[in-house]
């Protein structure tokens, strides 16, 4: 899910910034250039977490900037299919629940959400038989059915980077007070 990952990337030094410290600059730039951004192989970058080495810079007759190779660590995001993750169920729609889930947003589609029919009423999913009731703030634990391929350019669309499909049918899964309360209950 979170991975720690080494990138490597050319950053440079306006000249406005000469003499400043080099290390400082790379994270900044680096930061506007990799934040919420999906890079093939390493996921959803969600932090900068060190610049690890900087070499020499290069000047080119060009540019008045100063280019140099960072190599940093980047926290990033990427789920894959069949993880258990735990998230928050952020609202409730027609179909089922859209469910928070690190940086991005999962959904639960009606039928996946237990072994029952499920109706929605007043912004709340409801089972028939087992009562179990799913609002917005309630924490679940799901399995993730599907991931969508990576579209750079649905930001500008306002639609999230990745899409995750998500199932709470297995035993274990569900709302997480609902399983604690029974267990503790139980002893």
Known sequence: MYYLVTLTDIAFVPPDKIGEDPKKIAEEYLRSKYLGKFVSGAGLIVDIVNIEDI??????????????????????????????????????????????????????????????????????????????????????RARITAVSKPDPTAPKRGEPIIRIALSCRQPGLGKIEEKEGEESAKT
């Not at 980047?74 to 940086?103: N, Y």
């Open 55 to 140: 070499s020499l810079g290069k000047i080119f007759i060009s540019s008045p900037a100063v280019y140099f190779k960072a190599k940093f660590k980047a926290l990033s995001f990427l789920p894959k299919v069949q993880e258990i993750i735990e998230g928050e169920i952020d609202k409730i729609v027609t179909h089922g629940a859209i469910v928070r889930v690190g940086p991005v947003d999962g959904f639960i589609h009606i039928s996946q959400l237990g072994d029952d029919v499920f109706i929605q009423r007043g912004g709340v999913l409801q089972g028939r038989k087992t009562k179990i009731t799913y609002r917005p703030g309630d924490r679940i």
